[in-house]
């Protein structure tokens, strides 16, 4: 039973975690098309980096807490590119460039996007195996 | 443009072929083959070594040639006209063209044979192949060269034939073959260097025997043996046509009967102007004919024969004749007049494909751009595109519609602004409306082109009192120039202006105009900023001008003692932005330590030699604190523009400071360890530029372009507000933008392509403005065509800043790497177009267009912001280097880096007391350490510092009169003044004058003696970009390492 809570807590947090991403992928694309104004658009964008981070970051101490190591190691290069952007001061999106940065900002967002997927695809197998399990 | 083709057509044969001056002297082709064969029998020369490979590879070419060859016989009959080229494609039309190039072109159209078509495919349109010849002008060199040159050359040179059928091939090209490669013959310019002649007698010879030609180089050296003298000469001289003439006539004579193919690449060379299309310079290493060649100059290389700028930045005018409606190149200038059609051509041109757009250069007297009020009509514009009414769109249906010229939209015309069409299709009133005839206008906007009334003219002063400001004196010149400002600050009686300054805490100041004196508050508390009073911190110049200037004249008095010398750097600006966030304005900084207190503090990276050349290099030269980013984005947002004066003498990190100005659309003027006695008339006059020229406020700036092609980035001092509007605060003349444009997947099928600027602004005197400047470019399917309606001069600004903008994100090293392949990529290019015809064997060969590329991209790589290591520049010049860079317009940019060299001793001491004979000292000298002459005295002038260099072996008398009785001591210590007597005043005048040229900045004047180490190697020696530096290489060194990269596979 603890299992399945464990999963369906994790399940949580990367569906979080989904939705402030793609969040600011749309941001992102508004902002190529023209849609929104780069002030906006950042100060929207930077308001959730460090919810996501943190979040991330959560996810993983979570992972371990529980024991779940492989979710733990496959969860670390995502939080390891988010320290070393956090490190480097480039975690933020840059007003200024935004729009030389925004392709890159774009794609950064799409892989994290395609990372948390696989997690979710991986911890909802787990999920059903685990409930299924329980009966 | 039908007609404007035509016209040009005549002025090819008019063409002076003033084989004499190398530049006019495009040969013309109606010139008798005497004067110009010579010539041309010596460019024949070199250029026969690729005759002989091109017509290996090439059928064009093949005089000798099977297929050819029947052509070629038909041209020759032509030849007499130097077209032969041209006619191998167009063989019919060539010989009525045979007037000219341009003519074959002409004929072309008409009824291209299928061989000849496809050369003409490229002109498709008929008319731009004669335009682009025609081009008259400067470009006549390179026109010429490419059309009608080959023609006239030719006859001179008939040995070439093989190769005449070569360059005709260029422009035929298209049709032949080897279409692409075929078209280069015409483009080459062959260097005119000695090696090319070498070459080149070899060739004449060879002809005779067509076929054995192309083998017939071994026959060359021996030939090359006895003619490669005067060839060497020839080219090295290059005008000189006359002398290698002679020696050739022979051969001449010979090639008459061929096409001049090589008579013109050879000739060009020599001549290059008029050949210009074929301007190639060849650099000769190993090859024989080197060898032979420079027998008597050692090395094979005489670097005097390299391309120098030495006439300073020259327009690309050939598009101004042809399209006469165009803007002025002075607002914008494209980086190629020839815009490809498709995306694979356009990769293959591997130079930036893009614009520099510089929307309020200063007019000259005359020439204003005309201000237009459409009133009740409304602004006519396209309803699809938003492009603004200009000359180039077509009315129809009587005058009842107008078509858009850049998204064919067809949209109504206004009753109003309605008026009958002639038989020709023109409106009527076309000479009352200048939107219809002028390429640049200025149209009055109604409101809805406001989103709040007009802001009046705002300046805001932000302060530093802090102990190095008084002492240095900086405070007092600055309430000097802004007491004496103030009349002629623009926007009267609107103007409004305010002060703050800081040193520790905040000062602000009550101005109202009630007072009658300033009343001066303190805010202590830094971190929470609040304003003391909610108005009459910025008041109306007008109405509270005694306050204001009784501020001015206290101000350097009561911080006589300030001893204080933190700096609250960081809340200052905060408080000056909330004092003007209400309306923006310009807002001018005055910075002498590095901020220290508060929000914004910046730490003392200093310039740590260790970190150059690790990855985190780059990070010295950006912001350190994201504070700068988010408060200049917050400027721009509110309409403040930010100019940056700093004055320290120690590290005040120019990187973070600057951003304020970049992203603002201003200014950094910095004055390392300013001296009110040595840098006050700089500062004064700058800053009263500053504040007085014509400023346009709250302003937004769009490039719009025809279908199939879009811009995609932007470079220069500016905010991106959307993907393709550029927010520029406050925007004056000293301001240039560059862009680059991309294509579109789809062939582009149009024939011309249009670009449109457009600035919104509020004028100063508080009307909302837009001025447009419209321009037009052909499209082309040709890369040859591309490289030969470059222009180097909008090419070397976009390097400069896209270089400059690598420095940011990478080391210096990777940065002047980049530019450096760059263009080795582009003459690899160009080589490859050309390689199938010609045997190039070690020369290195570029279009005349682009024949200044490698100096000035040496030039780049050794400016301030990329020269060197740690010890070349500190970091604070280079960056603020940097931020100027970015923003020059193209002409200033040339000049900082290919800087003025002038003697001027011998002018002094000419009786003619005349002072203005200034003509006489405007001869350009190369910047290399060999032009100077001790006994000389020379001015070096980059537009920033003027320096005089006084040589070893200089008469006592000169030093005497323009020094007095300093002159002998140390130069440093000498102030730079009248002596009251004429040498010394005629001098005087002559500063004033170079100073005259350029009012953006005010140079200072240094003075130097030969030998005066280190400052000469400071001041001047490590400008001379020609010469060897510490690492980085001579001009010499640097052709030969392109040339070696470029033959790299």
Not at chain 1, 59 to 70: D, E, K, M, N, S
């Amino acid at each position: 039973m603890g299992d399945l809570l464990d999963w369906i807590i994790s399940f949580l947090f990367l569906v979080t975690l989904l939705i402030i991403v793609i969040y600011q992928l749309t941001c992102l694309a508004d902002l190529e098309f023209d849609r929104k104004n780069p002030f906006d658009s950042s100060a929207r964008i930077n308001r959730l980096i460090l919810p996501e981070f943190g979040l991330q970051g959560l996810l993983c101490l979570y992972y371990v807490l529980t024991g779940h190591w492989f979710m733990a190691v496959f969860s670390l290069p995502h939080l390891f590119y988010n320290i070393r952007l956090y490190v480097k001061r480039e975690h933020l999106a840059d007003v200024t460039e935004i729009y030389n940065t925004n392709k890159w900002e774009q794609k950064k967002r799409v892989y994290k996007i395609a990372h948390i997927a696989l997690s979710i695809f991986i911890t909802s197998f787990w999920l059903i195996h685990s409930a299924l399990g329980d009966i | 443009m039908g007609t404007e083709n035509n016209k040009g057509y005549p002025k090819f044969p008019a063409r002076p072929a003033p084989s004499s001056s190398p530049y006019a002297s495009a040969p013309p082709p109606g010139i008798p083959p005497p004067s110009g064969g010579p010539p041309t029998g010596s460019d024949a020369v070199g250029f026969r070594p690729f005759p002989p490979s091109a017509s290996q590879p090439i059928r064009p070419f093949t005089p000798s040639g099977p297929p050819p060859a029947p052509q070629v016989g038909a041209m020759r009959p032509a030849q007499p006209s130097p077209f032969v080229s041209q006619i191998p494609g167009s063989r019919p039309p060539p010989p009525s063209s045979n007037s000219f190039p341009s003519t074959a072109y002409g004929p072309p159209p008409p009824p291209p044979p299928p061989p000849g078509a496809a050369p003409f495919q490229r002109f498709p349109s008929p008319p731009f192949p004669t335009t682009q010849n025609p081009p008259p002008q400067g470009p006549p060199q390179t026109l010429a060269g490419h059309f009608s040159p080959p023609m006239s050359l030719r006859p001179q040179q008939q040995p070439m034939a093989p190769v005449t059928m070569g360059p005709p091939p260029q422009s035929t090209t298209s049709g032949l073959p080897g279409a692409n490669a075929s078209p280069s013959p015409a483009d080459f310019n062959m260097a005119a260097r000695p090696g090319f002649q070498q070459s080149m007698p070899p060739v004449t010879p060879s002809y005779p025997g067509v076929g054995g030609s192309q083998p017939s180089f071994p026959g060359y050296p021996s030939k090359q043996v006895s003619q490669p003298p005067p060839m060497p000469f020839q080219s090295s001289q290059g005008p000189p046509g006359p002398p290698p003439v002679s020696s050739y006539p022979p051969h001449t004579g010979g090639f008459a009967q061929r096409p001049n193919i090589v008579a013109q690449q050879n000739l060009h060379p020599s001549y290059a102007p008029p050949t210009s299309n074929v301007q190639g310079l060849v650099e000769d290493f190993n090859s024989l004919s080197l060898a032979s060649i420079p027998g008597s100059m050692e090395p094979g290389l005489d670097h005097r024969s390299f391309p120098r700028p030495l006439d300073g930045d020259v327009e690309p005018n050939s598009f101004a004749e042809m399209y006469p409606m165009n803007c002025h190149s002075r607002y914008l200038r494209l980086t190629t007049s020839a815009i490809p059609n498709s995306q694979s051509l356009a990769s293959r041109w591997h130079l930036p494909l893009g614009a520099v757009v510089c929307p309020l250069a200063e007019t000259p007297e005359g020439e204003e751009v005309p201000l237009i009020d459409f009133g009740s009509t409304g602004i006519i514009r396209c309803r699809r595109c938003r492009t603004y009414v200009n000359p180039y769109v077509t009315f129809t249906d009587s005058g009842r519609k107008w078509r858009c010229n850049i998204c064919s939209m067809l949209n109504d015309v206004p009753g109003e602004y309605f008026s009958h069409l002639d038989a020709n299709g023109r409106r009527m009133d076309m000479d009352q409306r200048p939107e219809l005839t002028k390429g640049s206008v200025e149209i009055i906007a109604p409101t809805e082109y406001m989103v709040r009334p007009p802001m009046p003219p705002i300046y805001f002063f932000l302060i530093d009192v802090s102990i190095s400001a008084t002492k240095s004196g900086m405070l007092e010149v600055v309430a000097q120039t802004i007491k004496s400002c103030l009349d002629n600050l623009p926007g009267y009686p609107r103007t409004q202006i305010g002060f703050i300054t800081y040193d520790s805490t905040l000062h602000f100041y009550n101005m109202k105009s009630s007072l009658s004196q300033p009343q001066m508050m303190v805010v202590t508390d830094l971190d929470d900023i609040f304003l003391p009073l909610p108005d009459d911190l910025l008041v109306n110049l007008s109405e509270s001008r005694t306050v204001v200037e009784a501020f001015l004249d206290s101000l350097p008095m009561m911080f006589q003692d300030n001893v204080n010398v933190e700096s609250a750097f960081g809340p200052a600006l905060r408080a000056a932005f909330m004092v003007m966030n209400q309306l923006g304005g310009k807002l001018l900084i005055f910075q002498n330590s590095l901020p220290s207190l508060g929000a914004g503090r910046l730490k003392l990276r200093g310039d740590d030699p260790r970190v150059y050349g690790t990855d985190k290099e780059y990070a010295l030269r950006v912001a350190e604190d994201p504070f700068y980013k988010q408060m200049a984005a917050d400027c721009t947002k509110f309409q403040i523009g930010i100019n940056v004066y700093a004055f320290s003498d120690k590290y005040t990190d120019i990187a973070s400071l600057g951003t304020l100005a970049k992203y603002t659309g201003g200014q950094v003027y910095y004055y390392p360890g300013f001296q009110s006695s040595v840098h006050g008339d700089k500062l004064r006059h700058e800053l009263a530029r500053d504040l007085t020229r014509e400023t346009a406020w709250e302003a937004v700036m769009r490039i719009r372009c025809g279908k199939g092609i879009r811009f995609t980035s932007y470079h220069g001092n500016f905010m991106l507000r959307s993907t393709d509007l550029l927010a520029l605060p406050a925007v004056d003349c000293d301001k240039a933008y560059a862009m680059q444009l991309s294509l579109e997947e789809t062939l582009l099928t149009t024939q011309t392509v249009y670009f449109q600027v457009a600035l919104l602004y509020t004028a100063s005197c508080g009307e909302r403005r837009i001025r447009v400047h419209t321009s037009v470019a052909p499209v082309v399917a040709d890369l040859g065509e591309m490289y030969r309606q470059a222009d180097t001069g909008s090419i070397v600004s976009l390097y400069a800043r896209l270089a400059i903008e690598k420095s940011m994100s990478a080391k210096l090293d990777d940065a002047r790497n980049a530019i450096q392949q760059k263009i080795v990529k582009a003459l690899k290019e160009y080589r490859n177009l050309h390689a199938v015809q010609h045997r190039l064997g070690s020369r290195l060969i570029y279009p005349e267009t682009l024949k200044f590329l490698p100096l000035y991209g040496l030039a780049i790589i050794k400016s301030t912001p990329l020269q060197g290591g740690p010890a070349d520049a500190s970091l604070d010049e280079r960056c603020a280097a940097g931020f100027t860079m970015m923003a020059l317009p193209v002409k200033k940019l040339l000049k900082l880096l290919y800087p003025n060299l002038i003697r001027v001793d011998e002018w002094l001491l000419k009786p003619s007391a005349d002072h203005d004979d200034l003509r006489d000292v405007s001869n350009r000298l190369p910047l290399a350490a060999e032009s100077l002459d001790s006994r000389g005295l020379y001015i070096y002038d980059d537009g920033f510092r003027l320096v005089l260099w006084f040589g070893r072996m200089l008469s006592p008398d000169i030093a005497k009169n323009l020094l007095g009785n300093d002159f002998a001591a140390e130069l440093s210590r000498v102030t730079f003044q009248e002596q009251g007597n004429g040498m010394s005043k005629k001098l005087m005048s002559l500063v004033k004058k170079l100073r005259e040229n350029d009012p953006s900045y005010h140079p200072m004047c240094f003075l130097v003696r030969q030998g005066e180490q280190p400052r000469e190697g400071f001041l001047l020696l490590r400008h001379l970009i020609e010469d060897q530096m510490g690492g980085s290489s001579g001009y010499v060194d640097w052709i030969l390492q392109l040339q070696r990269q470029i033959q790299q596979n």
